[in-house]
C-alpha cells in the first residue's frame, strides 16, 4: 500500500505531529514510521528492523503498536 493510503486509515489522532520524532532515542520521524508500515512492516519488530524506532528504551513501542493496529485493522476483517 502507498504512505497516503496508509494515511486514509489512520484516525485523526495518530496523523499529528507527522513530521516531529516518534521515537526520541533514535530520532525516528514518526512519517517515516508510517512509510516502513505501508510497505510491509505489520509488526513492531519488522518496523524496529526498518527504522530503528523503539530498539532505546522502548518508550514509543505502544505508539508503533498503535499505529500498525491502525493500518492493519481493516485488512484483517
Same mark, same amino acid.
Given at each position: 500500500?502507498? #504512505?497516503?493510503e496508509a494515511?486514509?486509515k489512520?484516525?485523526e489522532?495518530l496523523? /499529528?505531529?507527522?513530521? $516531529?520524532p516518534?521515537?526520541?532515542?533514535? $530520532?525516528i520521524?514518526? /512519517?517515516?514510521?508510517i512509510e !516502513?508500515i505501508?510497505e510491509g512492516?505489520? #509488526?513492531?519488530?519488522?518496523? $524496529?528492523?526498518? #527504522?530503528?524506532a523503539?530498539?532505546g528504551?522502548?518508550?514509543c513501542? /505502544?505508539?508503533?503498536?498503535?499505529l500498525?493496529? !491502525?493500518?492493519?485493522?481493516s485488512d !484483517? #476483517?
Amino acid at each position: 500500500m502507498t #504512505t497516503d493510503e496508509a494515511l486514509a486509515k489512520l484516525p485523526e489522532l495518530l496523523k /499529528r505531529d507527522l513530521d $516531529q520524532p516518534l521515537c526520541v532515542c533514535n $530520532q525516528i520521524i514518526k /512519517r517515516v514510521v508510517i512509510e !516502513a508500515i505501508a510497505e510491509g512492516a505489520d #509488526t513492531l519488530q519488522k518496523v $524496529q528492523q526498518q #527504522t530503528f524506532a523503539s530498539d532505546g528504551t522502548g518508550c514509543c513501542k /505502544r505508539q508503533v503498536q498503535a499505529l500498525i493496529e !491502525a493500518v492493519y485493522a481493516s485488512d !484483517a #476483517t
